[in-house]
């Protein structure tokens, strides 16, 4: 079954350092997310990406962040100086983007600033 | 704003027992709703959508309600096992290839 995979797994960075996060979506999905959840909190849509450019964002999406599709298969989320308040598990979702918009989510990256 | 909320942070149930977790959302103008189930260390995991012009959904062991009246929906599960203990959250979006907006999670626990 396919599936949305995500690396790393666990990232530590010392603040103000950037980090990127990578994700993989499932291959013939046209649409790709990236969700926050701060510990023991909801999920937090960050930014949405359909055909090669950013087409929804949160206010938690401000300038520190960026999103690009380097290549056919891979979508990464970039923080480019980390604070504190960025630790948090990073999701990746794709989505066909058909009527039904089931969005399947990768098992996540923990991110932690220190 | 938006918001998708939940009513109850958690839910104990025994073991076959029937569960129902509600949740409540705001925004009338949402045409789609998801319930996803997570388990810890774990990415949210698809259970079951419905369209806004439907007001019911069955999947197996599932089922979603909606009710737009009171903008409500609810998800049931027959004959709870342990292994659907976990956080469950709703989720709603305008249209296909928007962003889910998520409640804050009801957290079942099952016991045998």
């Known amino acids: 079954e396919p599936e949305v995979t995500q690396t790393p797994s666990h990232q530590v960075t010392q603040m103000g350092q950037e980090v990127i996060l990578r994700c993989v979506p499932i291959?013939?999905?046209?649409?790709f997310y990236w969700y926050r959840q701060i510990l023991g909190q909801k999920v937090e849509f960050l930014v949405s990406?359909?055909?090669?450019?950013?087409?929804?964002k949160s206010e938690i999406f401000d300038d520190q962040f960026s999103v690009e599709r380097p290549d056919g298969s891979n979508f990464t989320l970039k923080i480019r100086s980390t604070k504190l308040e960025d630790s948090a598990m990073y999701f990746c979702?794709?989505?066909?983007?058909?009527?039904?918009?089931?969005?399947?989510f990768g098992p996540g990256t923990r991110l932690t600033v220190l | 704003g938006e918001s998708v909320g939940l009513h109850l942070p958690t839910l104990s149930v025994q073991e076959g027992d029937n569960s129902i977790i509600n949740c409540a959302y705001s925004?009338?103008?949402?045409?789609?709703f998801i319930w996803y189930k997570q388990e810890s260390g774990k990415g949210p995991q698809f259970i079951i959508d419905?369209?806004?012009?439907?007001d019911k959904r069955q999947g197996q062991r599932v089922t979603v309600l909606l009710n737009k009246t009171v903008k409500h929906l609810s998800l049931q599960i027959a004959a709870t096992q342990p292994g659907d203990s976990a956080v469950y959250f709703c989720?709603?979006?305008?249209?296909?290839?928007?962003?889910?907006?998520f409640g804050k999670g009801t957290t079942l626990s099952v016991s045998s």
């Open positions: 291959s013939n999905h046209l649409y």
């Open positions: 989720a709603e979006s305008r249209w296909a290839g928007t962003a889910l907006i």
């Open positions: 990406f359909y055909n090669n450019e950013i087409s929804e």
């Open positions: 979702a794709s989505s066909t983007g058909a009527s039904y918009n089931e969005q399947f």
């Open positions: 925004n009338s103008a949402s045409d789609y």
């Open positions: 419905i369209r806004s012009n439907m």
